[in-house]
T-cell receptor, first 110, second 112 residues
């Protein structure tokens, strides 16, 4: 059973526009959600996180939204830049255990 | 560089051989995690240490896998009698709490 799902394997966006990456989860006990970015041949790099008691967290160009009733979170990148092209993973945690989605490959077109 | 380091970065071995990977976490981090990642998938949790105590092992971790973290510092992951299905990227991460984890660059294992 896949507790964290990223249903879009890939996304292409024009430079300067908004990128929206989505993630769904099934376990209502998750208490923390995170987004990671991964470049080829590197480990994932932390991007932004949100506690389950919040519905929005913003850090520069990155904003994460959490809709607990829908068990859905999204990452908004505005404006998108070519350097944002990477694979993005969402992750959810319950206590110390982290469950990752399968990733969405974002391509920002110049 | 004070990030998480892993050694080796790449390992090619023949089926049936034993391999051992090392992870050096960020020095003040008491939590250490091992993950396995295959193509098209996200990192899959393997095991978790808080200091030197191994608190959880995934069902993915068969009895051919063993991990240690002596003295709560570096950690090793050993795979005995490797199989072709063990080919994957093995990632180590460390943290101080429930928020962000810092990942190492990974060890790519290829079993021939």
């Amino acid at each position: 059973d896949q507790q964290v799902k990223q249903n879009s394997p890939s996304l292409s966006v024009q430079e300067g526009r908004i990128s929206i990456l989505n993630c769904d989860y099934t376990n209502s006990m998750f208490d923390y959600f995170l987004w990671y970015k991964k470049y080829p041949a590197e480990g994932p790099t932390f991007l932004i996180s949100i506690s389950s008691i919040k519905d929005k967290n913003e850090d520069g160009r990155f904003t994460v939204f959490l809709n607990k009733s829908a068990k859905h979170l999204s990452l908004h990148i505005v404006p998108s830049q070519p350097g944002d092209s990477a694979v993005y993973f969402c992750a959810a945690s319950e206590a110390y255990k982290y469950i990752f989605g399968t990733g969405t490959r974002l391509k920002v077109l110049a | 560089d004070t990030g998480v380091s892993q050694d080796p970065r790449h390992k090619i071995t023949k089926r049936g051989q034993n391999v051992t990977f090392r992870c050096d976490p960020i020095s003040e981090h008491n939590r250490l995690y091992w993950y396995r990642q295959t193509l098209g998938q996200g990192p899959e949790f393997l095991t978790y240490f808080q200091n030197e105590a191994q608190l959880e092992k995934s069902r993915l971790l068969s009895d051919r896998f063993s991990a240690e973290r002596p003295k709560g510092s570096f950690s090793t992951l050993e795979i005995q009698r490797t199989e072709q299905g063990d080919s994957a990227m093995y990632l180590c991460a460390s943290s101080t709490g429930v928020d962000e984890q810092f990942f190492g660059p990974g060890t790519r294992l290829t079993v021939l």
